[in-house]
């Protein structure tokens, strides 16, 4: 076959190359095509079968076969939900679909922007790689989609949600073809070795991936065939006894093939085998290559060596991937690693071995995943998969350490930045679990802990629950920390903001004057958090009707906000609105309007037009053009801020129940004056 390119004008997201040493499956190929084109109404095919057995690479084969009959050919990788979350939002990328939702906050806002563009399309494939879980991966493709999909799986019950194709093992024949063809034979049927080669074809039933990695093997080594199956038969019953039975019949040759590559490795480069190692823990596809450039001595640990230049990364990763171990995608700059290599190196280690890496695996992420700041969402979304895979692993290994704790922390803390409330909740829970029992129940780390659950409960509307957590935080910090640390000014500010929900003035005053002294004097005038605290505080002079007092403050801090984070930070956007909403109070309702207008711009841009933050900025914008008897204009923002409410806050909110409020008096307005 020739190396058919995608057309110039096809949407193509394909992350895998042509396979130019790809062999037979023509009945498989051909079973796709004549499935696919029954009709263009999203008509599912199943490339089933076991792992290592080629499935994706007959998808790849498939989609470079065809391209051109598609304007578009859609890849998701699909083994968890996080990973089709991530997949579908993908596509809604400038680089793929480039679609309005493409930037927003939430990243289920992409994901159904993307679906809604495949019910308005129908020259698409899309193809949902490992796909084992079809029930999860059907619920992403939407009724009324109209082009062509595509699953691969291990599941062998497809009938409810695809047409079953079977990728059953290459034949000796068939595998002595492929392997021959990967070591360099140009005519594989005259050659010399292909008795040789059927025989191990057949002696490794044939599996794809077993041949692949043992052609690598032959090429580097400069081996014959004959000799290098040799070796296997000598090698696969010591090791199988060294190291188990994997319980899998069929993945026996693949366990002794992997084995054999990874002993080699570790001959030569101990530190390229503890890295290939390192990465059976995390999640298997785009490894960010950062984790290399950890700079507080977890990755060194983990890898017995460390590495202080960018020459000794790129030498310690060459090792790894010329031995078709690892993959690189150097646009990305990332590193994949196949589900089986995994499986193999994980499970030929002992419990202690596998709590030991289980543990390497979340100090280096634990190093590097960030602080989960606005500014670093991009890096937290690149470690996202990998942290919740060793959170998991580490729960699963009962590992309960600072690490651990610290980790869980960061990953809730970024998810409940990005409004995913309920994924956020148990990792919060768990990371205030571990810190108590092992930092102890006054730790700073414990209190910052309880702060942010605390955050997270109020966010939820859960005010009685987050209230005693604010206040064993700040009685943490003022003993351990003192009465003027900057940690100290942040839970008196926290404590106050849950003091002005409740109506409780006079004590919410008296915390955000003490947590403003504290930020002035230790941080300075012109700080962001200083900032957060004089537009807090204007805040609750507004709600006292002191308007007077809150303006300078409300102007101040919008001023800070400006020059530290720029005019398109979320905070900017906050403090815009929140000036506006006084000038509206005053009735200055020709200077609030821009200030409303510029807020949602901002809002809408950083953190996506489904989040909470936006739904308060379309509420506020709404009440604006109810005082100036914009009824036309107000429904419809009434209307968008209470579906985002509803759907990520829940109908009891308080917030919730406000917008339903509002736009009922809205409508009762408008219906007295006979419009819609």
């Known amino acids: 076959m020739g190396l058919t390119v995608p057309a110039s004008n096809t949407i193509w997201n394909v992350p895998f190359e042509r396979n130019r040493f790809f062999t037979g499956r023509e009945e498989a190929l051909r079973d796709l095509e004549a499935g696919l084109s029954k009709g263009a109404v999203a008509l599912g095919q199943a490339i089933a079968g076991l ?4 499935k994706t690479q007959t998808a790849v084969e498939f989609a470079y076969l065809h391209a051109d009959k598609y304007e578009a050919v859609l890849w998701v990788p699909s083994e968890t939900e996080s990973e089709l979350v991530s997949g579908f939002a993908a596509l809604a990328s400038e680089k793929i679909l480039n679609l309005p939702e493409k930037d927003a906050a939430q990243q289920q806002l992409a994901v159904q922007a993307v679906q809604r563009w495949l019910t308005e399309h129908d020259k698409w494939l899309l193809i949902l790689d490992n796909a084992d879980d079809l029930k999860l991966a059907s619920r992403f493709v939407p009724q009324g989609a109209r082009g062509h999909l595509l699953y691969t799986t291990r599941s062998s019950v497809t009938g409810r949600f695809a047409n079953r ?6 034949s000796p024949e068939q595998g002595a073809e492929f392997l021959l063809k990967r070591i360099g034979e140009i005519t594989p049927a005259t050659s010399p070795q292909w008795e040789d080669a059927k025989a191990l074809s057949e002696a490794m039933d044939g599996l794809p991936l077993a041949l692949e990695q043992a052609g690598a093997f032959i090429e580097e080594n400069h081996r014959t065939i004959r000799e290098y199956t040799r070796l296997y038969q000598q090698e696969a019953l010591q090791l199988m006894a060294r190291h188990g039975d994997l319980g899998d019949e069929s993945h026996k040759p693949v366990t002794v093939t992997f084995t054999l590559a990874y ?7 101990p530190m390229a085998a503890r890295l290939l190692r390192l990465c059976a823990f995390f999640a298997p596809d785009n490894i960010p290559e950062e984790i290399l450039e950890d700079e507080y001595g977890d990755l060194t640990a983990a890898l ?10 790129i030498n310690l990763i060459r090792a790894v991937c010329s031995r078709s171990l690892l993959t690189r995608d150097a646009a990305d700059r990332s590193l994949s690693l196949h589900r089986l290599v995994q499986l193999v190196l994980r499970e030929s280690l002992n419990a202690d071995a596998k709590r030991e890496w289980a543990e390497h695996a979340v100090n280096v992420l634990d190093a590097t995943f960030g602080m989960a700041e606005f500014e670093e969402w991009p890096r937290c979304e690149r470690f996202l998969p990998h942290a919740l895979l060793a959170i998991g692993r580490a729960a699963q290994q009962g590992i309960e350490t600072e690490n651990v ?5 960061q990953v809730g803390y970024y998810l409940k930045q990005r409004a995913q409330y309920a994924t956020a909740e148990p990792l919060y829970e768990r990371a205030l679990e571990i810190g108590e029992k092992v930092l102890g129940a006054e730790h700073p780390d414990t209190a910052t802990t309880l702060n942010n659950v605390a955050k997270l409960y109020r966010a939820q509307g859960k005010l009685s629950e987050a209230l005693p957590l604010y206040k064993r935080s700040l009685a943490i910090r003022e003993k351990v920390l003192g009465q003027e640390h900057p940690d100290t000014a942040t839970s008196l500010n926290n404590l106050a903001e849950l003091y002005r929900d409740q109506g409780r003035f006079s004590k919410a005053e008296l915390l955000y004057k003490r947590s403003l002294a504290i930020r002035e004097k ?11 605290s004089l537009n ?14 809150a303006e300078p403050l409300f102007q101040h801090s919008l001023t800070i906000f400006e020059q530290v984070l720029g005019p398109e930070h979320p905070e900017t956007a906050f403090a815009l609105n929140n000036l506006a909403l006084l000038y509206k109070t005053q009735a200055k309702l020709s200077e609030a309007g821009p200030l409303y207008e510029r807020a949602l711009a901002i809002l809408q841009k950083a953190l996506g037009p489904e989040h909470p933050d936006t739904a308060t900025a379309l509420n506020n914008l709404a009440g604006l053009y109810y005082a100036q008897g914009k009824f036309s204009e107000a429904k419809p923002l009434l209307e968008r801020a209470l579906a985002i409410r509803e759907k990520s ?4 909110h308080p917030d919730t129940v406000t917008c339903r409020q509002n736009l009922a008096i809205l409508r009762e307005e408008m219906a007295a004056r006979g419009e819609k």
């Open 51 to 54: 792992g290592g057995i080629g």
């Open 165 to 170: 194709i079977p990728l059953e093992e290459l």
């Open 263 to 269: 002993e080699q490795l570790e001959q030569q480069n």
């Open 304 to 313: 017995g060596g460390a590495l202080a230049t960018e020459w000794e990364r």
């Open 405 to 409: 704790a610290r980790l869980n922390n």
């Open 522 to 532: 230790v941080l300075g005038q012109e700080h962001r958090d200083t900032a957060i």
């Open 536 to 549: 807090n505080l204007a805040q609750l002079y507004q709600d006292q009707g002191k308007l007077s007092e």
């Open 649 to 652: 806050l829940g109908p009891e």
